[in-house]
Nanobody, 127 residues
Framework: QLQLVESGGGLVQPGGSLRLSCAVS????????MAWFRQAPGKEREAVSC????????NYAHFVKGRFTISRDNAENTVYLQMNSLKPEDTAVYYC????????????????????WGKGTLVTVSS
């Protein structure tokens, strides 16, 4: 059974850090690009970052560039999102997603290019 399970969300103060994890099962992780999206209340889901199959290339949305880092451990079947210098506007549900086969990790990656999603993990940045 194919699954993506996010963890690591929570409440953090502005300027703090969190590390999200996405544990995958039911498919071979190194065959797919992977991505993180987020959705804040009342807003559309937006791409945060993506990473190529073997981790050679990463792309970031402009609003997280320099603060967030995506990585993957194919041997451990896990994708990570390290989030530093968090801001209140980073508050959202964060989703891990698998890119459909032949969909590349580009700066223009969209939800329509993903074929499987996790249920999300809530990140709240507040003092």
């Amino acid at each position: 059974q194919l699954q993506l399970v996010e963890s690591g969300g929570g409440l953090v103060q502005p300027g703090g850090s969190l590390r999200l994890s996405c544990a995958v099962s039911g498919f071979t992780l190194d065959s797919y690009a992977m991505a993180w999206f987020r959705q804040a209340p009342g807003k559309e889901r937006e791409a945060v970052s993506c990473i190529t199959r073997v981790g050679g290339t990463e792309n970031y949305a402009h609003f997280v560039k320099g603060r967030f880092t995506i990585s993957r451990d194919n041997a451990e079947n896990t994708v990570y999102l390290q989030m530093n210098s968090l801001k209140p506007e980073d508050t959202a549900v964060y989703y891990c997603a698998r890119a459909a086969r032949f969909v590349a990790c580009t700066p223009h990656i969209t939800p329509s290019g993903m074929d499987y999603w996790g249920k999300g993990t809530l990140v709240t940045v507040s003092s």
